[in-house]
């Protein structure tokens, strides 16, 4: 009787050590995908103008393609934001609610996308915009976040270029 009770304690711990990655990541998305809300919704004080489902075009980022690449990477490395390389675009996918680790499509989340052509676009899902006690305006805060990742995205662009890197 004493070894069912190891077998199934072992069981239960092998299948924690298994999955403890997609567990780790998922909280560290949600973790990193929740600061990025708040940063982008700091300056923002108007709270009319609610939630839509259209993009908002967020404004223009120069970058080359080995730059998105880049840029990608890091911020899929730190957890913030999940990659999907499509044809004609790069989306960053943000979940505040959703697991992005086992996402297979850029749907039904939060999306930031950079179009070949340089345009930012910016995507909230119902779920997290509605995720805040406070309304904030809608097109502000879509405009904060495109803002953030543009510039983030010509930060690290230019780092490449200098070979610097900040950790």
């Known amino acids: 009787m004493k070894y ?33 809300f708040r940063l982008a919704s700091e300056l923002i004080n108007e709270t009319g103008n609610g939630f839509t489902e259209r993009p908002y075009t967020a404004g223009q980022a120069e970058f080359t393609q080995e730059e998105i690449l880049g840029f990608a990477r890091f911020l899929n490395s730190k957890y913030i934001a999940k990659p999907f390389h499509l044809p004609n675009k790069t989306v960053f996918a943000i979940s505040m609610n959703n697991s992005v680790v086992m996402l297979e499509e850029p749907k039904d989340v939060s999306q930031v996308t950079f179009d070949r052509n340089g345009n930012v676009t910016v995507t909230l899902s119902a779920k997290d915009y509605r995720g805040y006690t406070a309304k904030y305006n809608f097109d502000k805060l879509c405009d904060a976040m495109g803002k953030y990742s543009s510039g983030s995205c010509n930060t690290t662009a230019r780092d490449m270029k200098t070979g610097s890197s900040q950790n």
């Open 4 to 36: 069912i009770y190891f077998i199934t304690f072992f069981i239960m711990v092998l299948f924690i050590v298994l999955h403890w990655n997609s567990f780790y990541s998922q909280e560290r998305f949600e973790l990193n995908s929740r600061r990025l």
